[in-house]
């Protein structure tokens, strides 16, 4: 069950923030009931503290952020998934640039990337045998090197 009740734990720092700098503007938040479910659902899931996507259980989390990111942001996602052909189409045979030093892997959502982040505090998005992973799981999403682009 949703802990939708339960007091802020970071009330106390709040005030203490608004006291040092009166100035400073502190907004709260609305959120739907059925994305705080998933959200901790995604907390339950991943069954306390992960820091980076090493095992099969983190590939797993990973895959429920995915889904959650689609359900939540849906017209986000299929915005990036109408660009991705013309990404594709930008990067050369193999997917390397054109001086030949760089090669392009895969194109991410920003905000997948920083969902990723907030789960896996951790994880280097420039760690290339985390990123061969990534675009090799989710080929079809965001895969825009290599033969097939």
């Known amino acids: 069950m949703s802990k939708i009740y339960q007091t802020d734990p970071y009330l106390p720092f709040y005030t203490l923030e608004k006291s040092l700098n009166p100035k400073k503007k502190l907004y709260r938040m609305q959120v739907r009931r059925r994305d705080l479910n998933d959200i901790d659902r995604l907390l339950e899931i991943s069954k306390g503290h992960r820091e980076t996507v090493s095992t099969q259980a983190d590939w797993e989390v990973l895959d429920e952020v995915l889904k959650f990111f689609v359900n939540r942001w849906?017209?986000?996602f299929k915005d990036f998934r109408d660009a991705m052909p013309q990404i594709r189409a930008t990067r050369n045979r193999g997917g390397y640039s054109?001086?030949?030093?760089?090669?392009y892997l895969g194109a991410l959502p920003p905000r997948?990337?920083?969902?990723?982040k907030t789960m896996f505090p951790l994880q280097q998005m420039?760690?290339?045998?985390?990123?061969?992973k990534l675009v090799n799981r989710y080929s079809k999403l965001f895969k825009v090197g290599g033969e097939d682009n």
């Open 74 to 76: 849906p017209h986000e």
């Open 126 to 132: 420039g760690n290339k045998e985390f990123m061969y």
């Open 112 to 116: 997948f990337e920083r969902l990723i």
């Open 98 to 103: 054109k001086n030949k030093e760089t090669m």
